[in-house]
Structures are given as C-alpha cells and as structure tokens.
C-alpha cells in the first residue's frame, strides 16, 4: 500500500506512523529522518539542504521532493511506503502525483488524523522533557511524574521547550492551517482521504485506520 499520512502537530503522526508501517509492513518514510539520514550522511542533497538551514533559510520544496523520491526508489519501498510529513503543500501534493504517475502507480490512500484544536494544544503544552536524556518525555495531564519537575527514570530536570509554549503552537496551527491543510481538499478531489478520529489510546486509533483501509480485525 502507498499511503499518505496528515494531521496538525500533536495528532500522533509519528506514533501511528511506526505503528502502521510495521502492521502493513511497509517503510515508514519521515521527512524529519529524510533530512537527518542525508546530512549525517553528507549526500548532495544533505549537503544542499545543510547550507540553508546554515544560513538561516528554510530548505526549499525541490530539496525535499528530491529526497523523497530517492528514498521511494529504494528497494523496501517498491511494494509501498508510508510517507509521514510529506507532502506538506499544494506544490509537494503536485510533484508526487507527477512522481508517482510517472512511474506508472497511485496512492492507495491518504489518512487524516482529526483532533480537535484545544487537545492539539493540550497536548503539546503539557509537554516535559527530560534535559539528561530526551527520550524519557511526561505530561503534566496524561502522565505525570512522581516528583514535579523530575524525571522517573534517571533524576533530570523536566523541562518544557520553547516549542512547546501554547502560544509556539497555535502559531505552528496556523501555518498548518494555512499550508498543510489545503492538500486535504486536494486529495479528498481524488477521493482518497479517510478520516481517522485520533482522540483515544494509541492502539484504538491504530485499529480505527487498519480498519479503514480494510485490514482490521
């Protein structure tokens, strides 16, 4: 299956993503791991993309389309792929239609992750990250710490990032409003989009999408 993932900041992308990328056993493909392989890795591209961001500038939509398609080229992706982060506007949308026809396929379906605004930002905002090790991530409403301010497991600091500041987020809404968002009505013209409500335990919302795209139990 080739599937596009979207849903605004805090819909639980990146978990559904790994979750449906191993129960459909296809390649999980992250823009935020695309840009990160190519410039750990010093490829052109990563090359191209690391003297934007150098000098402060955001990396332009060729770079990003090229990365995709070079890691749809790949041989685990040639059954399908799960692409999480891209497209991210209109002009991506466009260059994986052309893309994809190009090589005589189409998207099977584009899953979007419905939550509603005020619990994006509940749960970005109550976000705490611990400054020893950032993997070991609480939240000040769904799962707290023992001790205020302390990490369970290791005794750091709990902190909340700058990215995480309720008004941070609402301005992030607002650029997905105004540049992710359009790609929904682009896609839903194609009669591929399926509505997944992303409210609920992670493995409720992962069965809800199995069973829209008929693998459920």
């Known amino acids: 299956m080739r599937i596009v993932l979207v849903g605004p900041p805090g819909a639980g992308k990146g978990t559904q993503a ?29 090359v191209e ?24 080229e790949q041989a685990d992706a040639a059954g399908g792929f799960l692409l999480d982060g ?3 506007n ?34 970005i905002a109550g976000r705490r990250i611990c400054r020893k090790n950032s993997a070991h991530v609480f939240h000040a409403e769904y799962s707290k710490p023992k001790t205020e301010g302390v990490c369970d497991v290791c005794g750091g600091e709990l902190y909340q990032r700058d990215d995480d500041h309720e008004d941070t987020v609402r301005k992030r809404l607002e650029v997905y409003h105004s540049e992710t968002e359009p790609i929904i009505d682009y896609y839903k013209a194609q009669e591929l989009v399926v509505t997944i409500p992303a ?7 992962t069965q809800r999408a199995m069973s829209a795209l008929g693998r459920g139990e």
């Open 18 to 46: 790994a979750y449906l990328a191993r129960n459909l056993e296809i390649p999980h493909i992250s823009t935020g791991d695309l840009f990160r392989a190519n410039i750990s890795q010093g490829t052109p591209l990563g």
């Open 49 to 72: 993309a690391k003297s934007y961001m150098d000098a402060g500038n955001l990396v332009p939509d060729s770079v990003t389309i090229r990365m995709a398609e070079d890691r749809m």
């Open 86 to 88: 891209f497209p991210r």
């Open 90 to 123: 209109l002009g991506q949308a466009e260059a994986l239609d052309a893309y994809l026809k190009g090589k005589g396929i189409a998207l099977d379906a584009v899953l979007d992750l419905e939550v509603p605004e005020d619990e994006v930002v509940k749960r």
């Open 199 to 205: 409210l609920g335990k992670v493995e409720e919302v």
